[in-house]
């Protein structure tokens, strides 16, 4: 099967909308590599990054952006600023797609934007949902809890009340949307006393 074509390949693939060598590998053991570089220089695959690929018309699926996210560097979820811009917690629309996994800090970049990844503990890695595309496929994000709690988390530069404010946080999201039982249960597997400290400066920053 080492000359399989892109016809017999793309029946195979396509339903996964992106995929990995390993995927490949399963599936036909021989595989010739090669045809990833030559599809890809076709104009018939993208490079996503090392190891994996999607099909080009796939940039038409709306959310596919945020869906590889978590498919091509796992276990991980759609958190921080990408989720608070989501949930319209901050104002700036955010360009990077920001997550969170236990494997180590990275990003990348490809056809269909930047991909950032910040490094936690596998203790801390809970409080997200699968969010359903419009084509079906779930994509891992938190909730606004657990991405605020992330934030505060790994950017320990947000200390003052100045600091807090500077963050532009919604106000009514805060006080009407804002789950603040699931917060600080959430809150209490940090098992961290300085977030504690950041987040009773963040609700007096807004009054809350």
């Known amino acids: 099967m080492a000359n399989i074509s892109y016809i ?6 396509v339903k996964y909308g992106c995929f990995s060598i390993n995927q490949v590998r399963i599936w036909q053991s ?5 045809n990833f570089t030559r599809w ?10 090392r190891g994996w690929y999607a099909f080009p018309e796939c940039r038409k699926i709306p959310d596919f952006g945020r869906y590889i996210a978590g498919r091509i560097y796992k276990p991980s979820y759609i958190s921080l600023h990408t989720a608070l811009s989501f949930y319209g917690m901050i104002p700036e629309s955010v360009v990077s797609i920001n997550s969170v996994s236990t494997l180590k800090t990275t990003s990348f970049s490809n056809d269909f934007g930047e ?9 801390l890695f809970f409080g997200f949902e699968l969010k ?14 657990k991405a605020l709690l992330d934030l505060l988390y790994l950017y320990p530069m947000y200390k003052t009340e100045d600091d807090m404010a500077d963050l532009r946080l919604d106000e009514d999201f805060l006080t009407e949307n804002l ?6 249960e959430y809150l209490s597997q940090y098992n961290s006393k300085a977030l504690e400290t950041r987040v009773k400066t963040m609700f007096k920053a807004y009054g809350i």
């Open 115 to 123: 991909y950032t990844y910040q490094s936690i503990k596998p203790s």
């Open 132 to 145: 359903k595309t419009s084509d079906g496929r779930s994509i891992p994000f938190a909730t606004p809890e």
């Open 8 to 13: 017999v390949f793309r029946e195979q693939f």
């Open 40 to 49: 890809c220089r076709q104009g018939l695959l993208i490079r996503l990054r």
């Open 30 to 34: 021989g595989f010739e590599e090669n």
């Open 179 to 184: 789950n603040a039982d699931r917060l600080h």
